[in-house]
Nanobody, 122 residues
Framework: QVQLVESGGGLMQAGGSLRLSCAAS????????MAWFRQAPGKEREFVAG????????RHADSVKGRFAISRDNAKNTVYLQMNSLKPEDSAVYYC???????????????WGQGTQVTVSS
């Protein structure tokens, strides 16, 4: 199993930037496909970005494409989400997730962090 702990959330004005981190512990980090999801109040959880085990392949939701970037450092057992040009609609709890499956649009995730709140004011 893998344990995930997110950090880096907070309050930011629109147009600003934040970088979320997700530190993993347990099994070898490079065995896991990683992703970020978010959930706003009253809305379903949605995929934000994902990255394959080596870090060479990424995918971002259309709503964040060009503004957010997922990356990982397997030596540090950490996945990141760089968020630029933040908008109020980006406000949500952001969750880190891991899967032992290969990375694709159909990947399901079995391990989740506790989430970190991101609030963007207008």
């Amino acid at each position: 199993q893998v344990q995930l702990v997110e950090s880096g959330g907070g309050l930011m004005q629109a147009g600003g930037s934040l970088r979320l981190s997700c530190a993993a512990s347990g099994r070898t980090f490079s065995l896991y496909t990683m992703a970020w999801f978010r959930q706003a109040p009253g809305k379903e959880r949605e995929f934000v970005a994902g990255i394959n085990k080596s870090g060479q392949t990424t995918r971002h939701a259309d709503s964040v494409k060009g503004r957010f970037a997922i990356s990982r450092d397997n030596a540090k057992n950490t996945v990141y989400l760089q968020m630029n040009s933040l908008k109020p609609e980006d406000s949500a709890v952001y969750y880190c997730a891991a899967s032992e499956r290969l990375f694709s649009i159909h990947t399901t995730y079995d391990y989740w962090g506790q989430g970190t709140q991101v609030t963007v004011s207008s």
